[in-house]
């Protein structure tokens, strides 16, 4: 039999249950049950579901004691749990259970703990919820576990890692008090702290249940806004103590970011071992020369800029940030990379029109890529003008992310823009894009990728008249294509036979292919036969068999790749009156020529040749394709087939 105790002081109200047997060494577990203003009935519920669970079993436990902390003062949870805690250490726990009276135990809860006890110090558990009768229970949807690393919570929404019902050494709960000066947050400023020193645990089971609608009441109360407001402060409180860095592998290389909240949003893909806008980042690197030299205004913390500096391997990025915490971070990233300081310099500025001073407007610890300068005659932060801090050597990027004043900065580069006719990545706000569209006709430029975003836009931009080092020599080497999915043996890297499907094309006509290059020679050969019908180093001999009279078609297939653009314009102008047809990779993304010789053109690039040399398109297919590129980046799933004649 078991036997409970009587109240005996006048704020804690402590029941113990114990089993029989005195020969058993005693592990005491105190559920702690902190009672705020207006929730006495809420406590008596919440300890009913204690003794359902005791009942059930106590796994390891040889005594449970509930302790439910009187704070109808409204002097905060926090200060009612570590009273309690002081208590409950000096009447011998060995564990505690923190439950709070809107919650209810889960009647396996002590079970549920029994084999992880000697291995931990402090488990939590799913997070459940139910209805306040009990019924209704459901596990929170997409939630984080199990977890076993303090980076899972760092890297993830508060929401779906942990909350306040779970077992902590008793020791440990009294040498890591909650933090009686907040009002809401103190929970995961606590958690953090257990994480990063003790062994934790997140089972994936409950261990708790939390009730829907019923919340905190009280003087010091506080709602779910201001509950994440004050998370994301103490997420960057521990990042700023305890130096988070981390390490993101891409495409071979690799770079570091120290962090300084690892919820902010842009710091939260960091966090999660990828950078922010992947896509974008990538796309530059089709277009850029090897050993670029970028101007970044807006850098944030360097995601971009570490990318072009790591990744990319750029000769020099020059970083305008205004926010001097920002700077300061970026400044650091750049040391930890350990790029040589010749190749980076970070300006605490921001860009604008004109030389004026600014403030900043809106600071948001949860975005800060997000923050907003307003013109202020007293502000702290200068701004100066593009033209004013144009470099001595040419420059090959131009990204711009300043929240809505991408057009002042515009009109501040004019000079340096025209001068050397930079790529630029811009976010366009979207009450800026009609201006903004303006500005790009009369500038010279054109959208070369464009993504959509919900308030805004990112434009990768190039200028219609494009700088021949653009493209050539990209920073991204060819790369060769792989299948997605496992071929049969001798199947083409597409998954279909060309062959078959040129011959269906055919209708009976005879199709020649060129094959070779302007080095090894060229060769025509018959697409059915496979007979060389021609061979040699002059293209005019070679084009010499096609009969058009005869109906004859010429292919250029795997030749594509290896054309030159002379070469091409000669082949366009030398071309019988036959049918022409183009098949291969023609995605925009493969453009003009990488390093190896190869050339990737994307459909409007031939068809704009072919228009000039007084061809026109007559049939346009795009076919599936199984392949995809090496750096992870899906450029593709089809290949393009163009039909033009005379």
Same mark, same amino acid.
């Given at each position: 039999?078991?036997k409970?105790?009587?109240v005996?002081?006048?704020?804690?109200?402590?029941?113990?249950?114990?089993?029989?047997?005195?020969?058993?060494?005693?592990?005491?577990?105190?559920?702690v049950?902190?009672?705020?203003?207006?929730h006495?009935?809420?406590a008596?519920?919440?300890c009913a579901?204690?003794?359902?669970a005791?009942s059930?079993?106590?796994?390891?436990?040889?005594?449970?004691?509930?302790?439910c902390?009187?704070?109808n003062?409204?002097q905060?949870?926090?200060?009612?749990?570590?009273?309690?805690?002081r208590?409950?250490?000096?009447?011998?726990?060995?564990w505690?259970?923190?439950?709070?009276?809107?919650?209810?135990?889960?009647?396996?809860a002590?079970e549920?703990?029994?084999?992880?006890?000697?291995?931990?110090?402090?488990?939590?558990?799913?997070i459940?919820?139910?209805?306040?009768?009990?019924h209704g229970?459901?596990?929170?949807p997409?939630?984080?576990m199990?977890?076993h690393?303090?980076?899972d919570?760092?890297r993830?929404?508060?929401f779906?890692?942990?909350?306040?019902?779970h077992?902590v050494?008793?020791?440990?709960?009294?040498?890591?008090p909650?933090?009686?000066?907040?009002?809401?947050?103190?929970?995961f400023?606590?958690?953090?702290?257990?994480?990063?020193?003790?062994?934790?645990l997140?089972?994936?089971?409950?261990?708790?249940?939390?009730i829907r609608?019923?919340?905190?009441?009280?003087?010091r109360?506080?709602?779910?806004?201001?509950?994440?407001?004050?998370?994301h402060?103490?997420?960057?409180?521990?990042c700023?103590q305890?130096d988070?860095?981390v390490?993101?592998?891409?495409?071979?290389?690799h770079a570091?970011?120290?962090?300084s909240?690892t919820?902010?949003?842009?710091q939260?893909?960091?966090?999660?071992?990828?950078?922010?806008?992947t896509?974008?980042?990538i796309?530059?690197?089709?277009?850029?020369p090897?050993k670029?030299r970028?101007?970044?205004?807006g850098s944030?913390?360097?995601n971009?800029?570490?990318?072009?500096?790591?990744i990319?391997?750029?000769?020099?990025v020059?970083?305008?940030e205004?926010?001097?915490?920002?700077?300061?971070?970026l400044h650091?990233?750049f040391?930890?990379?350990g790029?040589?300081p010749s190749?980076?310099?970070v300006?605490?500025?921001?860009?604008?029109?004109?030389?004026?001073?600014?403030?900043?407007?809106?600071?948001?610890i949860?975005?800060?890529?997000?923050s907003?300068?307003?013109l202020?005659e007293?502000?702290?932060?200068r701004i100066?003008?593009l033209?004013?801090?144009?470099?001595g050597?040419?420059?090959d990027l131009l990204?711009?992310d *300043?929240e809505?004043?991408e057009?002042? &900065? /515009?009109?501040? +580069?004019r000079? $340096?823009?025209?001068?050397? @006719?930079? #790529?630029?990545?811009i976010?366009?706000?979207n009450v800026?894009?009609?201006?903004?569209?303006?500005?790009?006709?009369?500038?010279?430029?054109r959208v070369?990728?464009?993504?959509e975003?919900v308030?805004?836009?990112?434009?990768?931009l190039?200028?219609?008249?494009e700088r021949?080092?653009?493209?050539?020599?990209?920073?991204?080497?060819?790369?060769?294509?792989q299948?997605?999915?496992?071929l049969?043996?001798q199947q083409a890297?597409?998954?279909?036979s060309?062959?078959?499907?040129?011959q269906?094309?055919?209708?009976?006509?005879?199709v020649?292919?060129l094959?070779g290059?302007?080095?090894?020679?060229?060769?025509? *050969?018959?697409t059915?036969?496979?007979? &060389? /019908?021609?061979? +040699?180093?002059? $293209?005019?001999?070679?084009? @010499?068999? #096609?009969?058009?009279?005869?109906?004859?078609?010429l292919?250029?297939?795997?030749?594509?790749?290896t054309l030159?653009?002379?070469t091409?314009q000669?082949?366009?102008?030398?071309?019988?009156?036959?049918?022409?047809?183009?098949?291969?990779?023609m995605?925009?993304?493969?453009?003009?020529?990488?390093e190896d010789?190869?050339?990737?053109r994307d459909?409007?690039?031939?068809?704009?040749?072919?228009?000039?040399?007084?061809l026109?398109?007559?049939k346009?297919?795009k076919?599936?394709h199984?392949?995809?590129?090496?750096?992870?980046?899906?450029?593709?799933n089809?290949s393009?087939?163009l039909?033009?004649?005379?």
């Amino acid at each position: 039999m078991a036997k409970m105790n009587a109240v005996r002081h006048a704020h804690a109200f402590p029941l113990r249950l114990r089993t029989a047997s005195n020969q058993e060494p005693i592990m005491k577990c105190c559920v702690v049950i902190p009672v705020g203003p207006g929730h006495a009935i809420l406590a008596e519920r919440a300890c009913a579901s204690v003794y359902q669970a005791m009942s059930k079993g106590m796994g390891a436990f040889s005594a449970v004691e509930v302790l439910c902390w009187d704070d109808n003062a409204g002097q905060g949870r926090s200060r009612a749990r570590n009273l309690a805690v002081r208590q409950a250490v000096a009447e011998g726990a060995d564990w505690i259970f923190f439950l709070d009276a809107d919650d209810l135990l889960d009647e396996r809860a002590f079970e549920q703990v029994a084999d992880y006890l000697e291995h931990h110090e402090a488990i939590w558990g799913a997070i459940h919820e139910c209805s306040p009768d009990g019924h209704g229970r459901h596990c929170r949807p997409n939630q984080v576990m199990p977890i076993h690393r303090i980076e899972d919570i760092l890297r993830n929404d508060p929401f779906l890692t942990l909350q306040m019902g779970h077992f902590v050494k008793a020791r440990i709960a009294l040498d890591n008090p909650f933090d009686e000066n907040m009002d809401c947050g103190e929970d995961f400023k606590y958690y953090l702290q257990l994480w990063r020193q003790y062994t934790c645990l997140k089972l994936d089971q409950p261990l708790f249940f939390n009730i829907r609608g019923q919340h905190s009441t009280g003087p010091r109360s506080a709602s779910g806004q201001d509950w994440r407001w004050m998370v994301h402060d103490v997420f960057a409180q521990f990042c700023k103590q305890n130096d988070v860095i981390v390490d993101i592998d891409f495409a071979g290389r690799h770079a570091k970011f120290q962090l300084s909240n690892t919820l902010d949003h842009i710091q939260n893909y960091l966090a999660n071992e990828t950078f922010f806008e992947t896509r974008e980042l990538i796309e530059t690197l089709y277009v850029l020369p090897q050993k670029p030299r970028i101007m970044d205004v807006g850098s944030n913390i360097g995601n971009h800029a570490i990318f072009w500096s790591c990744i990319a391997d750029a000769a020099r990025v020059d970083c305008f940030e205004p926010v001097k915490s920002n700077a300061i971070q970026l400044h650091r990233n750049f040391e930890i990379n350990g790029i040589e300081p010749s190749r980076y310099q970070v300006h605490e500025l921001g860009m604008g029109d004109r030389p004026c001073a600014a403030a900043l407007e809106n600071y948001d610890i949860a975005n800060q890529g997000a923050s907003r300068l307003s013109l202020a005659e007293q502000g702290a932060i200068r701004i100066d003008t593009l033209d004013n801090q144009v470099p001595g050597a040419p420059v090959d990027l131009l990204k711009i992310d *300043v929240e809505g004043m991408e057009l002042e &900065v /515009l009109e501040g +580069g004019r000079q $340096l823009i025209l001068q050397h @006719r930079p #790529l630029i990545l811009i976010e366009v706000s979207n009450v800026n894009k009609g201006r903004f569209f303006s500005w790009m006709a009369d500038s010279g430029y054109r959208v070369h990728r464009s993504f959509e975003l919900v308030h805004a836009s990112n434009y990768l931009l190039c200028p219609i008249v494009e700088r021949p080092d653009f493209y050539r020599n990209g920073t991204v080497a060819t790369r060769q294509w792989q299948p997605k999915t496992t071929l049969a043996p001798q199947q083409a890297a597409c998954g279909w036979s060309l062959t078959d499907f040129i011959q269906a094309q055919a209708q009976g006509r005879k199709v020649l292919e060129l094959q070779g290059d302007i080095r090894a020679g060229w060769r025509m *050969v018959d697409t059915a036969s496979g007979r &060389v /019908l021609q061979q +040699g180093r002059r $293209l005019r001999d070679i084009l @010499r068999c #096609l009969d058009a009279d005869a109906g004859d078609c010429l292919l250029l297939a795997e030749v594509l790749q290896t054309l030159e653009s002379d070469t091409l314009q000669q082949l366009w102008a030398e071309m019988p009156a036959s049918q022409v047809w183009l098949q291969g990779i023609m995605d925009s993304r493969w453009s003009r020529t990488f390093e190896d010789g190869h050339v990737y053109r994307d459909s409007e690039a031939y068809i704009q040749q072919a228009n000039m040399n007084g061809l026109r398109l007559v049939k346009y297919l795009k076919t599936p394709h199984k392949s995809a590129f090496g750096m992870d980046d899906q450029l593709s799933n089809e290949s393009s087939f163009l039909v033009f004649a005379r």
